[in-house]
C-alpha cells in the first residue's frame, strides 16, 4: 500500500522555507508515493499550490498531519503537530534534540519514529543528504551580503579621480562550509580577505579560496571534522594574538560552531572595545549563544566605540527559494534510502537511518538525547 508524505506550513516566526519543492515532489510521484500538502505550505518560498502538480492540498494542518505517513518538516515539528499524527508516524527534519527535551518525551510517548537530520553522520555517502552543509552555504553568503550593508565602507579597491579607495579588511572566523562560502562571497565583492580556524586542515582551503591564512598558534582539530573545545590556556592565547590582529580589521564574519552545544565564545567585549569605529562584526552563530560576547540573536547593537555587532537569526530562510530547494532534495535522497514501490522499508542496519534516527517504537534511540531527557529519572 503506498505510503502518504504530509508537508504542513511552518509555524515559526520569520520561516519561510518549505520541505517539499514541486521538483521533488515530482521525483517522489515517481516512486509511487501518495503527496499531501497543506494548503499555503510553499507560498512563502514563492511555490504556490498550483505548483504542485499531481499533489493533493488540504484545507489545513491538522486534516494533513492525521493522514501523514511520512512528515517532512523544515523547522521541528511542535507539540500539538506531534499530537496531531498517529501512532508509528514518522518524521524527517530538523530536530534540536538537545534543545527541547518535551518535544522528546512527545515523540517517545506518541511512539512516532523521527529522524534528525542534523545528526546524519558526516560521510562520502550522506553529502547529498547533508542539510547542514547546504544551509550553511546559504547561511555563509548572506552574512558577507549583511556585512557589506551594513559598513560604511566598500568592499572593493576603487580608483576614481578623486583618489583610490583602499579594499576592505574583511577576517572570516571559521573555515566550516558557512565559513569558506563567506570567503567565496567576500572575494567576488572585492574584499581583502583573511580566514582563520583553529582546524590546521583547513589552511589550504582557506588560501585555495584566494584569501590569506591567519596564524594565531593554535591547533585545535577535532573528530568529525569538527573542532574540539580549547584549553584555557590555548584560549587565552587566541584571544590575545586576535585581539591585537582585528584592530586593523574592518568587517569580521564568525562561523564557528559545535554541534549539539553552545557556539564557542571567540570575541570578548574587550576585543571589540579596541577594534576602530565603523567597523562590522556579523555573527551567524547568534542562535546558538554567538561566537562574540557582545552580540544579541536577532539584534544589532552599536558599541560606545562605533563598532555594530549583527546576530542573525535563521539566515538560510532569508533565501528561501534556493534554501528549499536544495533542502527538498538533501531530505529526498534521505527517503530514497527507503522507499521501494510506494512503501517505506527501515534498514536500520543503514547507519545513515539508525544514526539519524532519536525515537522508535516508543524508545529513544539516539544515546545522548536518551541520557538528556531520561537519565536523570529514577
Not at 77 to 97: C, D, M
Not at 175 to 196: D, P, S
Not at 302 to 319: F, K, Q, R, Y
Request: charged fraction near 20%; proline fraction near 6%.
Amino acid at each position: 500500500m503506498a505510503i502518504t508524505i504530509g508537508v504542513v506550513r511552518e509555524t515559526l516566526p520569520g520561516e519561510r522555507r518549505v520541505a517539499l519543492t514541486p521538483d521533488v515532489a515530482k521525483k517522489l510521484k515517481a516512486k509511487a508515493v501518495n503527496l499531501l500538502i497543506e494548503h499555503g505550505a510553499g507560498d512563502a518560498a514563492s511555490f504556490p499550490d498550483a505548483s504542485y502538480k499531481d499533489t493533493e492540498v488540504a484545507v489545513d494542518a491538522r486534516s494533513t498531519l492525521g493522514r501523514a505517513d511520512v512528515l517532512l518538516t523544515v523547522q521541528p515539528p511542535t507539540l500539538e503537530e506531534i499530537a496531531a499524527l498517529k501512532e508509528g508516524a514518522v518524521t524527517i527534519g530538523y530536530l534540536s534534540p538537545h534543545l527541547a527535551p518535551e518535544r522528546i518525551k512527545a515523540l517517545r510517548d506518541h511512539k512516532i519514529t523521527s529522524f534528525a537530520m542534523e545528526l546524519l553522520p558526516r560521510t562520502t555517502r550522506a553529502q547529498a543528504m547533508d542539510v547542514l552543509s547546504s544551509q550553511a552555504n546559504i547561511a555563509g553568503y548572506k552574512a558577507v551580503l549583511i556585512a557589506a550593508e551594513a559598513s560604511p565602507k566598500f568592499f572593493p579597491m576603487l580608483t576614481t579621480a578623486a583618489g583610490t579607495v583602499r579594499p576592505s579588511k574583511v577576517l572570516i572566523i571559521g573555515a566550516g562550509v558557512a565559513g569558506l562560502q563567506a570567503i567565496a562571497t567576500a572575494r567576488r565583492l572585492g574584499g581583502q580577505v583573511e580566514g582563520f580556524d583553529v582546524r590546521p586542515e583547513t589552511k589550504e582551503q582557506i588560501q585555495s579560496l584566494g584569501a590569506k591564512y591567519v596564524e594565531l598558534g593554535v591547533s585545535a582539530a577535532g573528530a568529525g571534522g569538527y573542532a574540539r573545545e580549547l584549553t584555557p590556556e590555548e584560549r587565552a592565547q587566541q584571544q590575545a594574538a586576535l585581539a591585537e590582529h582585528i584592530k586593523g580589521v574592518d568587517v569580521i564574519v564568525t562561523t564557528a560552531a559545535v554541534p549539539g552545544r553552545k557556539a564557542p565564545r571567540i570575541i570578548t567585549a574587550a576585543m571589540v572595545a579596541g577594534m576602530k569605529p565603523g567597523s562590522v562584526i556579523v555573527d551567524i552563530a547568534a542562535e546558538t549563544g554567538g561566537n562574540c560576547e557582545v552580540t544579541e540573536p536577532g539584534k544589532t547593537v552599536t558599541t560606545a566605540n562605533g563598532v555594530t555587532v549583527i546576530g542573525p537569526v535563521n539566515l538560510a530562510a532569508t533565501t528561501p527559494i534556493h534554501a528549499s530547494e536544495l533542502y527538498s532534495k538533501n531530505l529526498y535522497n534521505f527517503l530514497e534510502l527507503s522507499i521501494k514501490d510506494g512503501d517505506l522499508n527501515l534498514d536500520w542496519d543503514d547507519e545513515l537511518i539508525a544514526k539519524t534516527c532519536v525515537t522508535h517504537a516508543g524508545q529513544i534511540k539516539h544515546e545522548p538525547t536518551k541520557q538528556l531527557v531520561e537519565g536523570a529519572q529514577p
